[in-house]
């Protein structure tokens, strides 16, 4: 888990998650043989300031990724997280939460501030850090996980394999994704 104090993805830990994520990722890829020198990844992210900066465009370019901006205030169009995994993730947490909160000492701790006597700040990161875990376990159980890519077209193939179960939100009923076949793919 990578923390940065006011949980925005600042500069530097945009290249902490890029150190520690991606170039792990694709060196696991390239050593399993699943991926060879010359191919390329293609990371779609936001419009963060980090995103942006030459330091960081660099190091994807260095590890063959080929970074697109998504539109500003467009991002629950196009990522799974987007598309509803975070909002269910936020339902399960809120449902820990409450049943935590039924017993009466947990809530005299969670509202306490009187020091010693209620949650220090690491307790209620790391009860948050648990009730996360649990919550995304849930919300990804079963083919949960896979609606929330067909609802962002995160499917896509390059071959057009099962492109057809790709079911976009708020597109017309009976809309058919197509992609043209280019011969440079």
């Not at 998650?17 to 990722?25: L, R």
């Not at 030459?54 to 697109?68: S, T």
């Not at 067909?150 to 992609?179: F, N, R, V």
């Amino acid at each position: 888990v990578l923390w940065q104090e006011s949980a925005w993805v600042d500069r530097p830990l945009a290249m902490e998650w890029a150190e520690d994520v991606i170039k792990p990722f694709i060196k696991a890829e390239l050593r399993a043989g699943v991926a060879g020198a010359t191919d390329r990844y293609l990371l779609f992210q936001d419009n963060l300031d980090s995103q942006k900066q030459p330091e960081y465009i660099e190091f994807l370019k260095k590890w063959a990724v080929d970074d697109h901006k998504v539109p500003p205030n467009e991002t629950d169009q196009v990522q799974p997280i987007d598309r509803g995994l975070g909002r269910q993730v936020k339902v399960y947490m809120g449902q820990q939460m409450d049943a935590w909160m039924e017993d009466d000492e947990n809530m005299e701790k969670w509202e306490t501030t009187e020091k010693g006597k209620g949650l220090t700040a690491s307790d209620r990161r790391i009860l948050l850090g648990t009730w996360f875990y649990q919550a995304t376990k849930r919300a990804l159980e079963g083919d949960a996980k896979r609606k929330y890519f067909e609802h962002a077209g995160a499917l896509m193939t390059a071959d057009g394999t099962d492109d057809d179960l790709i079911k976009l939100e708020g597109t017309p009923k009976g809309y058919k994704l197509t992609i043209p076949k280019q011969d440079n793919l």
